[in-house]
């Protein structure tokens, strides 16, 4: 079986473009990281774009949704979640007709029928139209909205924040028949034989019955009723009454508040379960505290005490049992805890279910069973074919943000059902969904959360329609956007100025540039694979250790293959890689006073014609500690191989075993790391090892020159990166001879590229600037490195730094810690040199 190349692992293993936590929380897959993005860089339509990209009815969803995007923020655990839902509904309140330029698709001749208008009918109905087709809504209310305009009081949504985002179905051309009940006014066998398909959104609208004795008294009123009639100007009388409220979800919690506003002299609201096991949200649950609803946590009703009307709660203490079916602890009644209330009013919120009257004969629901209808979950498919159903009817009551995911999904099913486009199993679950995203926290600094201001308590009294949280200011807003931490893993792109250059996604990963590099125009010179530096930083920070270069270096390859690699900008280094292994820089020689080679020396390229005394006198202390040492001046093919010319570069590394065979040669001793890397990788059988690590075994440590007890910056190679002996032993042996070191912040396997890696300067010698000055950036003090390509590219910039073989064998490198490299021309005549040097040792 073939090894997947770093083109197929990238886009399968990268998790830079997995969701956030806050989107994977999310039902309906809100874009918020690319929201906050937008937000922090002050492009507020930008971020109304993005929101309305999954949700068009922002500014209802803003104020209701319970947020679980905030549950699942990555600064909860630090300090407090980001108020993610307070922002959309800032950005929709900022530009309220946003919405309703919602683009048109291309027009569908199937009808469509939507049987609801809560809010998994609206999205269907929307995204359905969106999609091109002529959609017809059927709502037995009044008006649109369903539990929405029924049961939510206006302090929680403003009904013209609800009238103005369902405008947007008018917009789209959506056909609405109010006062159009399923069952009653239209029926299902009808609407299967006028439409293409249908969708069924009739919501829960059917109280579950309180079973206590006493509950059919007058002066019972189940939750919703209450809403209802709250909602529609015909509030119950209340005023100056004591109400009791038996529930703990948000019906429950809306209905006390409405009884505070509506006159009640005292609220009471009972729960069987502790005040952590409440459904309702918790932020209702402190509004409705400040508002002087009195909460009893633990408690349940026994009986309705009165003859003719309820006058009193017979109540009971409750502890929490084991687990019901649902993982929730079971309220277990608490003996000799009785005791009584004195009440005008009883509203039981205990939970509702559809009401599938609609159907024909349906059990009866005395029992407190919550009904739904059965549909596939992924397809929202019922049984009868061309139905499709979803939102509470199916999943029972549930919360807001679901029901529009479920709309939506229930949309591209059907666009699916009748097309074969778009399959629904692309979409997100309606529910929350893991990631893979991996965020750092460490070293976040604590922020606080932006307060949502408030009514006062008792000015939410004297105007009970009025909005209770009025919203964040543009400046409250923007400082809150700040606190996001936008999550993504782009360690690799933080850490190389490559893909900053390239990538202009966002977030920007490694995939961004597998795409940009499966893009290539062949009408262009096929630059950008040329650029990289083959450093691989980006594999060392990368939690998939995944590599880009490789990538880069499969294309390099490929273009070669295809006759368009190498670019006519490396000519320089092909002849590099030309002369240095030709005979006139070449020599494979044993030890001259032994006439064996045990082991040989191999300096490299860079290093001969930077340093040709540095090489004399490490081969000489070689000698002199391990007779029998020969060495061998060419070239590894390392330039060839970064080109992608795989057939120059096996035939360097053929030449190289050759010579390397004849002298006899059982260990390479390295002193270029990326030498030695190219033996370890394309010649295993051949042992070998890195020069300083030979330095420090065969000691003692050779005392330090003139100049020591310096402070250095030590400049890991990239060719060591892998090779943490290698550093170990370069540190060794600097502070054996007297130095100091500073690390770095990115030093050892995460060391930063010098510029000079993978060929890039020859294609783009200003964005090789950049990885210098990146690197440079990071120095306090005179550099040290053991690479003389590193040294010399320091040099250039105007940087102070030395070869670590200065520091050992050179009592004037204080002097040439500040020369700069010599010319193409220069290193050349040094290599020639050298060799003539080397032969005539043996002469």
Request: net charge positive; with cysteine.
């Amino acid at each position: 079986m073939a090894t997947a190349t770093w083109c197929e692992k990238i886009p399968a293993r990268c998790i830079g473009e997995e969701p956030p936590p806050c989107q994977a929380a999310c039902p309906l897959d809100i874009p918020v990281r690319e929201k906050l993005a937008r937000l922090q860089a002050g492009d507020w339509s930008g971020a109304l774009t993005a929101v309305l990209s999954r949700c068009p009815f922002p500014g209802i969803l803003g104020r209701i949704c319970h947020r679980p995007c905030e549950a699942a923020c990555t600064r909860a655990p630090v300090d407090a979640a980001v108020a993610i839902a307070a922002l959309k509904r800032s950005l929709a309140d900022r530009e309220p007709k946003a919405a309703l330029a919602a683009p048109f698709g291309t027009p569908r001749p199937e009808p469509m029928a939507v049987v609801g208008g809560g809010p998994a009918g609206l999205m269907a109905a929307c995204e359905l139209a969106r999609l091109g087709y002529p959609v017809t809504l059927f709502e037995a209310a009044d008006a649109l909205g369903g539990a929405l305009r029924l049961y939510l009081p206006a302090f929680r949504l403003p009904r013209e924040v609800l009238d103005r985002e369902v405008g947007l179905l008018a917009r789209l051309g959506v056909e609405v028949r109010l006062r159009t009940r399923l069952g009653r006014d239209v029926h299902l066998e009808d609407l299967r034989r006028d439409f293409a398909a249908v969708f069924l959104a009739l919501g829960a609208h059917k109280s579950l019955p309180l079973r206590a004795p006493g509950a059919e008294l007058p002066g019972v009123m189940d939750g919703l009723s209450f809403l209802k009639a709250f909602n529609a100007g015909r509030p119950p009388a209340v005023v100056g009454k004591r109400v009791a409220v038996i529930g703990g979800g948000n019906v429950a919690v809306d209905a006390a508040r409405v009884a505070r506003r509506g006159g009640a002299q005292d609220v009471l609201l009972f729960y069987r379960r502790t005040r952590e096991l409440m459904p309702a949200l918790p932020g209702e649950v402190e509004e409705a505290r400040a508002e002087g609803v009195r909460f009893h946590f633990l408690t349940m009703p026994v009986r309705l005490l009165g003859e003719t009307c309820v006058q009193g709660l017979a109540l009971q203490k409750t502890e929490l049992g084991e687990p019901d079916p649902d993982g929730r602890l079971c309220p277990l009644p608490l003996p000799d805890s009785h005791f009584t209330v004195d009440v005008d009013l009883v509203i039981p919120a205990l939970g509702q279910t559809a009401d599938f009257s609609c159907f024909g004969e349906v059990p009866a629901v005395e029992d407190g069973a919550i009904y739904r209808l059965e549909a596939d979950p992924l397809t929202l498919q019922t049984r009868i074919p061309g139905v499709f159903a979803g939102g509470d009817l199916v999943t029972g009551p549930g919360v807001a943000v679901e029901a529009f995911a479920a709309g939506r999904r229930a949309a591209f099913a059907i666009h699916h059902f009748l097309t074969g486009e778009g399959p629904p199993f692309a979409l997100p679950p309606p529910g929350p969904r893991a990631t893979s995203l991996i965020v750092d926290t460490a070293g976040l600094r604590p922020t606080p959360r932006t307060a949502m201001p408030t009514l006062a308590p008792a000015a939410r009294l004297d105007s009970p329609g009025a909005e209770v949280e009025p919203g964040l200011t543009p400046a409250q807003a923007a400082l809150e956007a700040g606190r996001c931490l936008l999550c993504v893993c782009s360690r690799c792109v933080s850490n190389c100025t490559y893909l900053q250059a390239v990538v202009d996604d966002f977030p920007a990963t490694e995939q961004g540039l597998v795409r940009r590099l499966a893009d290539l125009s062949p009408e262009e010179p096929p630059l950008l694979p040329y650029l990289c530096h083959l450093c691989g930083l980006c594999q060392a920070v990368c939690p998939q250790d995944l590599y880009a270069g490789g990538a880069c270096l499969e294309v390099r390859q490929s273009l070669v293959d295809q006759g368009r690699g190498p670019l006519p900008r490396h000519r320089g280094i092909r002849n590099f890689v030309r002369w240095g292994t030709s005979p006139t820089f070449t020599l494979a020689a044993p030890d001259p006073a032994t006439g064996t080679a045990q082991r040989v020396f191999f300096p490299g390229c860079s290093l001969p014609g930077h340093h040709p005394h540095l090489v004399q006198a490490a081969y000489g202390y070689l000698r002199s500690r391990l007779p029998g040492a020969g060495i061998v001046l060419n070239c590894c093919g390392a330039p060839s191989h970064f080109l992608g010319e795989r057939r120059v570069f096996q035939q360097v590394l053929d030449g190289l075993r050759r010579e390397l065979e004849h002298l006899g040669a059982g260990e390479i001793v390295a002193a270029c790391t990326h030498c030695l890397q190219i033996f370890q990788e394309f010649l295993p059988d051949l042992p070998a090892r890195s020069l300083y690590e030979m330095l420090l075994e065969v000691g003692p440590p050779l005392p330090g020159p003139a100049g020591g007890g310096r402070v250095f910056n030590v400049h890991d190679a990239c060719g060591a990166r892998r090779m943490p002996p290698v550093q170990e032993a370069v540190r060794r042996l600097l502070l054996n001879a007297g130095h100091r070191l500073e690390e770095m912040p990115h030093h050892r396997e995460r060391t930063i590229c010098c510029g000079a890696g993978g060929m890039a300067p020859a294609v783009d010698p200003s964005l090789a600037a950049r990885m210098t000055a990146f690197r440079l950036s990071e120095a306090n003090h005179d550099l040290v490195t053991y690479c003389a390509s590193c040294r010399a590219m320091f040099a250039r910039a105007g940087r102070r730094s030395v070869h670590v073989l200065a520091l050992l064998f050179n009592p004037r490198w204080p002097e040439a810690a500040g020369t700069r490299p010599a010319g193409s021309l220069r290193r050349w005549w040094r290599r020639w040199r050298l060799k003539r040097n080397l032969q005539a040792r043996r002469g």
